[in-house]
């Protein structure tokens, strides 16, 4: 199993890890599916994975962004099979990326008019059903997505922008769909999955509502066409939590995770962001088991979890082309009724990742946690702990858990070869300095104690996943 192979589930104190599904070694005979990473070009199911070169979070940081997040569709709006394979944020370069062949346009003009239409980020939610023959392939995609703009007049411009389809030959407007919001458009696209050699069809039904362009998108593998009933059902979902989100009624949790960039020479490999549980809604993932998905979600609650937040990152250093050998970050962000319940969730941490460690070895609580500072900055904790990736392949990390108040943040970062922990250490503080602020954070690069090995360069193993 490589660092990217379908994970078993974490149960303690960290949450799933969604996997990577890859569907590059299947054939098209050998399932009816598709991977769930693949979509029609015109569809905003485009993954940030499939766009090389481009950084996903660069960009504009708006000064006041709402929770785009929890505008998101959940497990429960969904039959069950469906789960979640990725959360996604992005900056203009992916979002140009990602439409300059749908719409023909030359690649430099159309950043150009999105940045001057205020464009600034987008956010987005891939749930998928699983084949029974093959589960890196799905037979059915729902994307979940809203796009944050400066203002109002710019979102309407943008709009006008990216859902302009009329020289193409496989994506149509459907005529008499329902309004929604201030600007919406219902189009269908047809074509065929390259991963699979299936045909598709794909609805989209997009909405503006002032500055916020969202949306949903559902995309059928088997050659039937989806129900325009039910995507407007979904979309109206969306509005409703997008609205309930802008009145401030969300954990904006959204805000207070720390992002990371990689650099001039390092590449951001995989990205993944979402909340893992919301208005006392577990988040059901991809593939993932019934009992996996309740065990979590007795776990968070019976810890008097709130919410939680994760977001995972993995760091090709420069030069490096092994995923295996790729820096993973994982960042967690967790919310309290009272500091008690918080100050209680992290003095058990360590305790708890050592009784069910799950696919990690090696746990170790650590004697000495340093000290953090920041406001209401109270209890910590922290691990050391081993990942094996491949039969010859070990990743060591660290891992922290620090209370600020009624909010925990985690951080834990491994490497092949092990890594500094003091850069762990200072990982850890910068996003506990995200908390609180009013703005996104700045993203941060990783320093070279993240991404070089304290020990002799490993050796390159054959690449497993």
Do not use: H, K
């Amino acid at each position: 199993m490589g660092r990217f192979g379908l994970l078993t589930i974490l149960l303690v104190i960290g949450l799933a890890v969604p996997a990577i599904i890859a569907a590059q070694d299947a054939t098209p005979e050998a399932t009816p599916g598709a991977s769930p990473q693949a979509s029609p070009d015109a569809s905003p199911q485009a993954s940030p994975v499939a766009s090389p070169g481009a950084s996903p979070v660069a960009g504009l940081v708006p000064d006041d962004a709402p929770d785009l997040a929890a505008m998101m569709l959940r497990s429960s709006d969904f039959a069950d099979g469906y789960g979640l394979s990725q959360g996604a944020l992005w900056g203009v370069d992916v979002e140009v990326s990602n439409n300059t062949e749908a719409l023909a346009r030359d690649p430099d003009d159309l950043r150009d008019e999105l940045v001057d239409a205020g464009w600034q980020l987008r956010y987005l939610a891939y749930f998928g059903i699983p084949d029974e023959a093959d589960t890196t392939f799905i037979t059915e995609g729902t994307t979940s997505y809203v796009t944050l703009y400066a203002d109002a007049e710019g979102a309407e411009t943008g709009f006008e922008i990216l859902e302009e389809e009329a020289d193409s030959e496989t994506t149509q407007d459907i005529e008499d769909a329902p309004e929604l919001g201030d600007q919406s458009e219902l189009t269908s696209t047809t074509g065929t999955d390259e991963a699979t050699g299936n045909p598709f069809i794909s609805l989209d039904y997009t909405f503006r509502i002032e500055n916020l362009v969202a949306g949903v998108s559902v995309t059928d593998f088997s050659g039937a066409e989806p129900d325009q009933a039910r995507v407007a059902e979904l979309a109206e979902l969306v509005e409703g939590r997008l609205e309930a989100a802008v009145d401030g009624d969300a954990p904006e949790l959204f805000g207070q995770i720390l992002r990371l960039e990689p650099g001039a020479t390092a590449t951001t490999q995989y990205s993944t962001e979402y909340y893992a549980i919301i208005d006392e809604e577990p988040l059901r993932l991809y593939n993932e088991a019934e009992e996996d998905t309740t065990a979590r979600a007795e776990f968070l609650g019976g810890n008097e979890v709130e919410a939680a937040y994760q977001y995972e990152v993995y760091i090709l250093p420069a030069g490096v082309t092994d995923p295996n050998l790729s820096l993973a970050v994982l960042s967690y962000a967790y919310t309290f009724a009272d500091e008690d319940a918080a100050t209680a969730f992290v003095d058990a941490a360590a305790e708890n990742f050592v009784d069910a460690p799950g696919i990690y070895t090696e746990v170790t609580p650590l004697d000495g946690v340093p000290s953090f500072t920041g406001d209401d900055v109270g209890a910590t904790s922290g691990v050391s702990y081993e990942l094996p990736i491949t039969d010859e392949v070990v990743a060591a990390g660290f891992r922290y858990w620090v209370q600020s108040g009624t909010i925990v943040v985690s951080v834990q970062a491994d490497l092949v070869d092990g890594l500094s922990e003091d850069a762990v250490v200072d990982l850890t503080q910068a996003q506990l300095d995200c908390v609180g602020q009013d703005t996104l954070c700045e993203p941060l690069t990783p320093t070279d104690d993240l991404l070089q090995a304290t020990g002799s360069a490993p050796a390159t193993p054959e690449p497993t996943g």
